[in-house]
């Protein structure tokens, strides 16, 4: 045999001992030493999972939130209110007009038909009760007689004038405006909570003027036109602010209740799909989700996440809630 086929030999011989010996002792602790070692990185890999269950948990038990100083907080209008029981209002609302109140109002006619002879007093004039509004030479008797006002109010028409001829025909109408009707249609769907009595808050569309009073009036009949029904109320306007012809809205009261815990709804905004307050501790705002109940417009009952006392934005809340979203967005960054 070569030297170069022995030494080929040895090599074979030498490898095939190599593999031949890997299942002896040494295999056996080579196997426990990798195993611990894999032991060994899972209890590490745990150990980072609670960490960032920890860190989950941190976060739940504490809210998003901002540092704001006192100074910063008056300089942007932010202001806080305590939480606290309220009466809450559940209203319907509709939309109505103002009319004249027919109850004090009066078409002013000619006793007695003839021309004439003067004319006293035009539209927008206020008159008292028998002021004289115009004179009229009977027909029959040639007399100059006065017609005088029913009521006292202000003149809202004048169909004469000078050389006509007075008839049938309303020569003058005349309404007292310290008195007026608001009329409200209601759909199908909210007839049967409407009642005579209830108490309706009203508000112009400009916002300007705000009164209340009760239903007096809810008509027997469905206006063919709309299918709605008209519900009346006397609205009292000493001082003339409502003016017939006006839209408006209405908020009829079906049911009040005090609530224990109820937030302005100014304070309400919505993060990541939760309905939340911002609740101030020292110079520190945390996001705080909570339930709320019914709401008047003004107010809203909140039933869980806020309790009684704790301190709450309740103006400018747009403004915490935009710092709290700038803090994030830095954070990801």
Do not use: C
Request: aromatic share 4%.
């Amino acid at each position: 045999m070569s030297r170069r086929a022995l030494i080929t030999l040895a090599l074979v011989l030498a490898l095939a001992g190599g593999i031949y010996a890997w299942p002896g002792s040494d295999s056996n602790d080579t196997p426990k030493e990798i195993s611990a070692e894999e032991d060994h990185g899972h209890e590490e890999g745990k150990g980072a999972h609670a960490d960032d269950a920890n860190d989950e948990a941190d976060e739940e038990g504490h809210g998003e939130g901002t540092q704001l100083s006192r100074e910063s907080a008056e300089a942007a209008g932010v202001r806080t209110d305590a939480a606290a029981s309220a009466s809450i209002r559940e209203t319907i609302r509709l939309t109505g007009r103002t009319t004249l109140n027919q109850n004090t109002t009066a078409q002013v006619r000619a006793r007695f038909p003839g021309i004439v002879r003067a004319v006293r007093k035009g539209p927008g004039e206020a008159v008292n009760n028998g002021e004289v509004l115009a004179t009229v030479e009977s027909n029959e008797s040639l007399q100059v007689y006065a017609v005088k006002s029913p009521i006292k109010g202000v003149i809202i028409v004048r169909n004469t004038n000078v050389g006509d001829v007075a008839g049938d025909a309303p020569m003058f109408t005349i309404t007292d405006t310290s008195d007026v009707w608001v009329e409200f249609h209601v759909f199908p769907r909210d007839v049967d909570r409407i009642k005579i009595g209830q108490q309706v808050l009203i508000t112009s569309f400009e916002g300007g003027h705000v009164s209340e009073a009760p239903i007096t009036t809810l008509l027997p009949i469905v206006e063919a036109s709309s299918q709605t029904v008209v519900v009346r109320l006397s609205l009292p306007n000493p001082e003339g602010l409502w003016r017939a012809g006006m839209t408006v809205r209405g908020d009829v009261v079906i049911d009040e209740r005090l609530v224990p815990v109820a937030v302005k709804n100014a304070a309400i905004q919505r993060m990541e799909g939760k309905t939340v307050v911002f609740v101030q501790e020292g110079d520190r705002y945390e996001t705080r989700p909570i339930r709320v109940g019914v709401d008047n417009g003004e107010w809203t009952e909140v039933t869980e996440g806020l309790q009684a006392g704790e301190r709450y934005v309740s103006e400018k809340s747009f403004q915490i809630k935009a710092d709290i979203g700038k803090a994030g967005a830095a954070h990801e960054h």
